[in-house]
């Protein structure tokens, strides 16, 4: 007796820790997509460090500058240096989402001032220096303006615009968005990147910066490169003040200067990066360009919220790289609907003739072995059915009516097995006190038998649900991969799980395929939750 109680509080633990650790992982899982749903944390690599100016001044100059300025609908919250260049240079339009993943054309404005505006035609020539890297021709998407206050008008009337304004205006940007420019970048000696035993440095990371330049670093070799000493050098005005690059450096550490050599020209810092095998310097992206500097590309990490309004509301674009999944969202509740308009009546009907109807023998017995035999079959062998029968021997071709129908035939095992189930588990009473009562068989079936067992055929019912929001593979050569909404039976479409595997196999977007992983999740968990909640409530009314 004692032995036989050991051994059952022995199986208690086992099964108690066996049911918390499948608990903890299933939470660990689902927390884990969450988490990287709503939260991005994405490394960067960019020509230029993190650091941001308001105002891009001139060469040669102190208080001349620009500000540069978007249309408030435009998302960007910085742009690199080259950024701008591409913008302002490149043959066809660009477009927001390289940018900020927004899917919107961008249109840039420039100025065309008249001759009598001397102070404007200069801060025009400047500013070409900077954007246009002194192009003569203008490109044919370029919009023109002729005074700073038309420039700022222009801006706030067109979506997606870009323009620039002498910084001194810098108070009369109420209604337009200003953007920080990033446009400092690494430069090395070109002896630095060569390959050395196998090792090349390729990316630094701001601590490896400010330990090269406070002297914690001294050899590359201790950075992932080769092995050669490491001389750094700052640009600095020559006024002696700290600029943008040495703030970035060593920020309000002002007492204690960084280990560089301090050059006050941009001639002696060339000739030092030029000169010094192992040299390294912070000097702005155009200089840089122009001397031909060899540039380490810098990584950065950006932190933030994933999962926005944005995304659930505009469209995917660009492989979904852009825009957001709202058609994708409203097609993958489509699919169910109408999945479920097709299974339900038809998975039902057969339960209640195998279980009421059919004489039980052998043939129902093959029939219920085939039904539970085509429910654990893999969906992509009903993806491959579904496109040689609906796609092409019905003619119906890739889109939402065949996806719909091969979804179909793939859930109505699941629904045909529970409902049988449930109807089977209905007290023979209910039938036998119906009958009696002078109702028919028909009567006695869907007035008493299906409603008793209702509650087992809405879990069949969210089975079902979960199947169809989550495959892909039965999706993939019937419903096609469209990001629009769906508007035809003949419609190539896109859903939420589909969505989610392009965006992975492809590799787009890993944050967006998170994002879309989460919105996926929730939406199964609304629709679970609004059937478990109808089925406790019909147990409830059953007396169950």
């Known amino acids: ?79 690199n240096i080259y950024d701008l260049n591409t913008i302002y240079n490149k043959e066809r339009r660009e477009n927001w989402g390289f940018y900020s993943e927004q899917n919107l054309k961008v249109q840039p404005f420039f100025y065309k001032p008249p001759e009598s505006d001397t102070k404007l035609l200069e801060f025009t020539e400047n500013a070409a220096g900077l954007l246009l890297l002194k192009n003569k021709k203008y490109k044919k998407y370029i919009s023109f303006v002729k005074t700073p206050a038309e420039m700022i008008d222009m801006v706030i009337k067109t979506p997606g615009a870009i323009g620039f304004v002498p910084s001194e205006l810098s108070g009369n940007l109420k209604d337009v968005k200003q953007i920080p420019v990033r446009r400092i970048c690494v430069a090395v000696n070109p002896g630095v990147m060569e390959m050395e035993n196998n090792r090349k440095i390729q990316t630094v990371t701001k601590e490896d910066l400010v330990n090269i330049f406070t002297g914690k670093i001294k050899n590359w070799k201790e950075i992932r490169g080769r092995d050669l000493e490491i001389t750094p050098v700052i640009l600095q005005s020559e006024s002696g003040e700290k600029n943008i690059i040495t703030e970035y450096l060593i920020k309000s550490d002002y007492n204690s200067p960084p280990a560089a050599l301090i050059e006050k020209s941009f001639y002696d810092f060339n000739k030092v990066i030029s000169a010094k095998k192992g040299a390294i310097g912070l000097c702005f992206y155009p200089d840089a360009i122009k001397s031909n500097f060899a540039l380490i590309d810098v990584e950065s990490r950006e932190k933030g919220v994933n999962l926005t309004l944005s995304f659930l509301l505009e469209t995917p674009a660009h492989s979904g790289q852009w825009g957001g999944i709202l058609p994708v969202i409203i097609n993958t509740i489509l699919l169910i609907i109408f999945t479920l308009l097709v299974s339900t009546p038809i998975g039902i009907g057969a339960a209640v003739f195998l279980v009421e109807y059919a004489k039980q023998g052998r043939l129902v017995s093959i029939l219920r072995m085939g039904t539970e035999t085509l429910a654990g079959i893999p969906s992509i062998i009903f993806g491959l059915f579904g496109h040689i029968f609906f796609v092409q021997v019905l003619n119906l071709g890739i889109g939402f009516l065949s996806g719909t129908l091969t979804v179909t035939i793939m ?46 055929i809405l879990t069949g019912i969210i089975l079902a649900i979960g199947r169809t929001a989550g495959e892909t593979a039965v999706l993939l050569y019937t419903l096609g991969s469209s990001y629009g909404l769906v508007r035809s039976l003949t419609s190539s479409a896109r859903v939420l799980s589909l969505h989610l595997y392009l965006l992975f196999s492809e590799a787009v977007s890993f944050e967006k395929a998170f994002a879309t992983g989460a919105v996926l999740i929730i939406l199964i968990l609304i629709v679970n939750f609004t059937l478990t909640s109808l089925v406790g409530k019909m147990n409830r009314s059953a007396g169950y």
């Open 1 to 79: 007796m004692i032995k036989a109680r050991a051994q059952e509080k022995t199986a208690k633990i086992i099964i108690y820790v066996i049911t918390v650790l499948t608990v903890l992982i299933l939470l660990w899982i689902i927390g884990y997509i969450f988490y990287r749903g709503f939260y991005k944390n994405t490394v960067n690599v960019s020509q230029v460090i993190p650091a941001e100016e308001n105002v891009i001044f001139f060469p040669d100059t102190k208080d001349d500058g620009l500000i540069v300025i978007v249309n408030k609908s435009v998302r960007v919250k910085y742009l």
């Open 411 to 456: 859930i109505l095992p699941t629904i045909i097995r529970t409902t049988e189930e449930s109807l089977k588990s209905v007290p023979v009473t209910y039938k036998e006190g119906s009958l009696a009562l002078g109702a028919t068989k028909l009567q006695t079936i869907f007035k008493v038998i299906v409603p008793a067992a209702s509650p087992g």
